[in-house]
Nanobody, 126 residues
Framework: HVQLVESGGGSVQAGGSLRLSCAFS???????MAWFRQVPGKETEAVAY????????NYVDSVRGRFTISRDNAANMLYLQMNSLKPEDTAIYYC?????????????????????WGQGTQVTVS
């Protein structure tokens, strides 16, 4: 049984930092993982991808250089370090995973590719 639980969201001023965490359970250490975000009225978008072992990462252009995705499979944790936050980063952030053997760090093709979601954590930047 796969379960993903996010934490670490909150409110921060522009230019500040937050670190999101995602505790996962179930046998998903060989799965691709990613962080998605959703703004009300807009499509859910992936912002960062990471390979199963954590060696490979990829980011959307809007966050590259500011966000860092990482995972600790021994501790069953996924992280998103967010620096230099902007108001446009305000969203609900979701931890996600998929079983596919496709390359983890290539775009997944949208939310429909996700097999399991966390409940989300709100990030507000003002």
């Amino acid at each position: 049984h796969v379960q993903l639980v996010e934490s670490g969201g909150g409110s921060v001023q522009a230019g500040g930092s937050l670190r999101l965490s995602c505790a996962f359970s179930g046998n998903i250490r060989n799965y691709c993982m990613a962080w998605f975000r959703q703004v009300p009225g807009k499509e859910t978008e992936a912002v960062a991808y990471i390979s199963a072992a954590g060696a490979g990462t990829n980011y959307v252009d809007s966050v590259r250089g500011r966000f860092t995705i990482s995972r600790d499979n021994a501790a069953n944790m996924l992280y998103l370090q967010m620096n230099s936050l902007k108001p446009e980063d305000t969203a609900i952030y979701y931890c996600a995973t998929k079983r596919s053997r496709d390359p983890c760090i290539k775009p997944w093709g949208g939310p429909s590719a996700v097999d399991f979601w966390g409940q989300g954590t709100q990030v507000t930047v003002s």
